[in-house]
């Protein structure tokens, strides 16, 4: 990694991990729209050269992998001597391996718990130190309708996702005398990468449970969470926001 860009003073890092397409780059968009400046996470170099072009003077790409150890420390040390620590970090990479528990392999269940977990651990760990110093931050961690319904075939990422709920939880009551807020985003079915693997079939099949009858968009998905990164969602803590359309009501 190179030097990060110097920011302004007064503008605040948000930290976007898996932003090089989907969900994770509406959301590094609409942040930088929002007047943060934006360090975005891809798994390769192009990806990340893809973030830097998007975002402009307004952000960069830099490459994290959940498999690699020593990526989340080289992220952080950039950002310090860069552009500065992250005062609002959203957990958004995720992937999924779809298979019938029978079926599952141990490299299946592991592998997406690696992604969708232990890189949650790692960046918000990470994230902690400088918020803490600050007296303030924002964590946002991308969940999803499934940790609520299940799903079958899904058992590992709905254990992923299902985990990540109960991991906001318990830290926002470990941070929240700091002034640091940590939530949950839990989409429903959304227009990515994600979803374009499934069969017409099952577009159908999942559409037919959602009442506003539509695939949800990446910009529903970043405008609730660019509000919990806002100030006016500062009482706002240990909660998940569902935005589904309708298929799921808690
Ligand atoms: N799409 C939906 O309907 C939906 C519904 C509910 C929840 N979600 C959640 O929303 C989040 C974003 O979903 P999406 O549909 O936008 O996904 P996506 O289009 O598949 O993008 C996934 C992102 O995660 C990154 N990534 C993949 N493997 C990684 C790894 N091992 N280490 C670090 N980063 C990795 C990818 O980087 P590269 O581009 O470099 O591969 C990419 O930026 C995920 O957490 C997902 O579970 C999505």
Redesign the pocket.
């Known amino acids: 990694m190179t030097g990060g860009a110097k920011t302004d003073d007064d503008k605040k890092v948000a930290l976007v991990?898996?932003?090089?397409?989907?969900?994770?780059?509406?959301i590094a968009t609409a942040l930088a729209g929002a007047g943060y400046y934006v360090v975005g996470?891809?798994?390769?170099t192009e990806?990340?050269a893809s973030i830097s072009t998007a975002l402009g003077a307004n952000g960069e790409g830099v490459v994290?992998?959940?498999?690699v150890a020593d990526d989340v420390t080289d992220l952080f040390a950039h950002c310090k001597q860069g552009c500065g620590l992250p005062l609002v970090v959203v957990?958004?990479?995720?992937?999924?391996q779809d298979n019938l528990l029978l079926r599952m392999s141990e490299q299946e269940w592991q592998?997406v718990l690696?992604?969708?977990l232990g890189?949650l651990f790692s960046v918000s760990k990470a994230a902690l130190k400088g918020m803490m110093k600050a007296r303030w931050g924002r964590i946002i961690n991308?969940?999803?309708?499934?940790a609520s319904m299940g799903s079958p075939g899904q058992a590992n990422?709905a254990a992923s996702?299902a985990g990540i709920e109960g991991f906001t939880r318990s830290l926002a009551l470990e941070v929240a005398s700091r002034n640091i807020t940590v939530n949950s985003v839990?989409?429903?079915?959304?227009?990515?990468?994600?979803?374009a693997a499934l069969t017409e079939e099952q577009t159908q099949q999942a559409l037919s449970r959602v009442p506003l009858a539509r695939?949800?968009s990446?910009q529903d998905?970043s405008a609730a969470v660019s509000y919990l990164a806002s100030e006016d969602a500062g009482y706002i803590t240990g909660t998940t926001l569902h935005v589904n359309g309708g298929m799921y009501l808690g």
């Open positions: 991990t898996g932003a090089s397409r989907g969900i994770g780059m509406g996470t891809a798994t390769s990806g990340a994290l992998r959940s498999d957990n958004n990479a995720g992937v999924t592998s690696q992604t969708n890189l991308l969940s999803s309708v499934v990422y996702k839990a989409p429903g079915f959304i227009e990515t990468d994600m979803t695939m949800g990446t998905i």
